[in-house]
């Protein structure tokens, strides 16, 4: 499985999130880590998470645009429905 690093959750009105890149959800799954710090310094998941690939494409899907001419579809995936595996 691959590992994505997420800098910043998405801070949905309480329900907070992470974006993931379709092209990123190669085979049954992937494993993310959220780098978020809070002001003091600690990490606010500090653990590591697991996602299927079922479940990823089951969340909403959010287009970005990069340039002119290329856009980025994103799934929208709670972190409440992401499996901690350490």
Do not use: Q
């Not at 990490?43 to 590591?48: A, I, L, S, V």
């Amino acid at each position: 499985m691959n590992v994505i690093k997420i800098k910043t959750p998405i801070w949905n009105g309480g329900n907070r999130c992470v974006g993931i890149a379709e092209y990123k959800l190669i085979g049954a799954g992937v494993y993310i880590d959220i780098l978020y710090r809070n002001k003091t310094g600690e990490k606010t998941y500090p653990n590591r998470f697991r996602l299927d690939r079922s479940v990823a494409m089951e969340c909403p899907v959010k287009t970005i645009r990069i340039s002119s001419s290329r856009h980025l579809r994103l799934r929208i995936v709670p972190i409440d429905s992401m499996e901690i595996i350490i």
